[in-house]
């Protein structure tokens, strides 16, 4: 792919999607911070990315912590120079089994959900865009979902904070869309993380497959294919989208 080489990005949030994501940017030529609130997964990660001679930094961080998100890509900026992109990807996923619906879930757990997946999200562009207006331009991707759009009759703080990114995007591309930047939602369907694997009951991934236009389910590397291209130089048009990941799902 042209274009990512050089680029320095922040990733913030480097589960399975994220994970897989920072893997195919450095493959690309991209230097890397990534943070993630398990720091310990953050650093491990960078480590054998940098023993395969790939520029990469893994750090704590806390989505929900300005200071924090502030640190992450003052981090980047000290070490490689300066900012081109920022994927935002966290989002808490132990706590959406507890988002059941709007008359029985706990205000702890839409909070909680709001904070990490929604408010972390605004707070990682606030850090972002003075970065990227610094540089002449820049890229923000941030992982939605295809529950912003679904309407289930669960899940409902998970979708509100997935149909705000959607809305978040959109505020971003047309408040600086004629300085360059470029603000993009990709939108995943089902993806087999290694934690979804290792966790997942084998008749709920069966009632997903068949409700997928595919031969198979996602894959993180599906996902990280599709940030990586509108990062990079050839998805310079690309703007003020949420792009759909899915293999073509119809369980929505
Ligand atoms: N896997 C799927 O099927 C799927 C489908 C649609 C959307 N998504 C989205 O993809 C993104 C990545 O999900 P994933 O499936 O790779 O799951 P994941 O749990 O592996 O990744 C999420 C990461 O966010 C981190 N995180 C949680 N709270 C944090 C905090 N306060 N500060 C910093 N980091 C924090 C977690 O430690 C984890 O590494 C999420 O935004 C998720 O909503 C996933």
């Not at 389910?217 to 050839?234: N, R, T």
């Amino acid at each position: 792919m042209r274009g990512l080489g050089g680029k320095v990005v922040v990733v913030a949030g480097g589960g399975g999607i994220g994970a897989a994501t920072v893997q195919r940017l450095v493959e690309g030529g991209a230097r890397v911070v990534v943070g993630d609130i398990n720091a310990t997964h953050a650093t491990e990660l960078a480590e054998g990315l940098r023993a395969a001679g790939h520029a990469c930094i893994g750090t704590g961080f806390d989505i929900t912590d300005e200071a924090s998100v502030n640190a992450l890509v003052a981090l980047a900026v000290k070490e490689f120079g300066g900012l081109d992109a920022l994927f935002a990807n966290a989002a808490d996923l132990q706590i959406i089994h507890q988002d059941s619906n709007v008359l029985e879930e706990p205000m702890s757990v839409f909070d909680r959900t709001l904070d990490v997946n929604l408010r972390g999200h605004w707070l990682c562009t606030r850090a972002a865009l003075p970065e990227l207006i610094k540089r002449g331009g820049g890229s923000l991707v941030y992982t939605s979902s295809a529950a912003a759009v679904m309407g289930e009759a669960v899940r409902p703080a998970y979708a509100i904070t997935k149909a705000g990114i959607e809305a978040l995007v959109r505020h971003v591309a047309s408040a600086w869309g004629k300085q360059n930047i470029r603000a993009n939602a990709v939108a995943p369907g089902f993806v087999m993380t290694p934690q979804i694997q290792a966790s997942m009951p084998a008749e709920f991934r069966e009632q997903m497959l068949k409700g997928t236009r595919h031969a198979r389910l996602g894959e993180p590397s599906d996902i990280a294919s599709m940030v990586a291209f509108v990062m990079s130089d050839e998805g310079t048009w690309i703007q003020g989208q949420s792009l759909g990941v899915n293999g073509g799902a119809s369980f929505f």
